[in-house]
């Protein structure tokens, strides 16, 4: 820590008057967008009848005073926790159930994301072009556009009302696949070319050589990825629309906010922390993945 400390100051120091005030106004508007994260934390721990008459109260102020705030509870409180996991688990449901598709998706694009980039970019095939423009077109087409043919071709596979039916789609995800492949594009082949000399194919080549240079990306990727999932809520309600109860937590947020005040905080807190930790894991890979994109 004390080193981290020595090693910021001489950064601060080596900066300009210009980079000063930009990392001020950075540091500024990074304070504003952690202040709803910690107070979601905060009032998570506040006693439910207290939390749920703040809630009350909304939509009754008066525009001519500030808007009061809670900074502390008159009762450090662990109910609303004790509710979601003991007393009503419907929400640590929800939740277990956004686990689940989260993993789920993340393992099948880690599957196919990185062979189908590594294949668009090492191999020379007839149709590669072609292959890598429908990624392209599919990448920029919003899914109200494909919503559609998926749910034409969900049904007719029998899949629709199930698991799969929101997994399966989200495995193939072309923004990843353009984005592996851009990067693995600018690996120098000299690389590849010595481990041929070695002995070694294409597959040892891809684990060996290419996924270890692309550990950054693939970090960034990761992290991004996981986002989305964690967040997705038009393919529940679009794929699942007959059975509520495999639904993730991100689609049942705003029941909580309404029917559900005594917990709302507690499960806003569940349902951000694993994206923080998510976050603060692949931090160093998301900066280096931008940094390498950018010298690209």
């Known amino acids: 820590m004390a080193r981290r400390r020595r090693r910021f100051r001489r950064r601060l120091g080596r900066m300009t008057l210009g980079g000063k005030i930009a990392f001020l106004l950075l540091t500024a508007l990074a304070v504003l967008i952690l202040i709803p994260i910690v ?9 439910q009848g ?22 502390s509870p008159a009762v450090f409180s662990l109910r609303q926790y004790y509710k979601i996991f003991i007393e009503d688990p419907t929400y640590l449901k929800l939740f277990c159930n956004s686990m689940l598709y989260t993993g789920l998706i993340l393992a099948g694009q880690a599957m196919i994301v990185p062979l189908t980039a590594y294949a668009l970019s090492r191999f020379t095939f007839h149709g590669r072009d072609f292959i890598f423009f429908c990624i ?39 923004f990843y696949i353009f984005l592996l492949r851009q990067f ?21 080549g891809f684990i060996h050589v290419i996924l270890p240079v692309c550990k950054p990306i693939l970090g960034a990727a990761a992290a991004l990825s996981f986002a989305d999932c964690w967040n997705m809520v038009e393919q529940p309600l679009v794929y699942l629309a007959n059975r509520t109860d495999l639904n993730p937590l991100s689609v049942m947020f705003n029941q909580i906010s309404t029917d559900g ?24 890979d998301i900066v280096a993945g931008i940094q390498l994109s950018e010298l690209k």
């Open 39 to 47: 107070f979601t934390f905060l009032y998570s721990f506040f006693p």
């Open 184 to 204: 693995m594009v600018s690996i120098p082949n000299e690389l590849l070319e010595a481990g041929m000399v070695d002995g070694v194919g294409p597959v040892r």
């Open 136 to 174: 392209l077109i599919l990448m920029i087409l919003p899914f109200q556009v494909t919503m559609t043919p998926s749910v034409i071709m969900l049904r007719w596979m029998g899949l629709m009302d199930t698991i799969w039916a929101v997994i399966l789609p989200m495995c193939f995800s072309p």
């Open 50 to 71: 207290e939390i749920t008459s703040y809630l009350n109260g909304r939509n009754s102020y008066d525009d001519t005073k500030w808007l009061d705030v809670l900074y």
């Open 261 to 284: 005040k005594e917990v709302a905080f507690a499960g806003s807190a569940l349902y951000i922390l694993p994206t923080l930790l998510i976050y603060l894991y692949f931090q160093e």
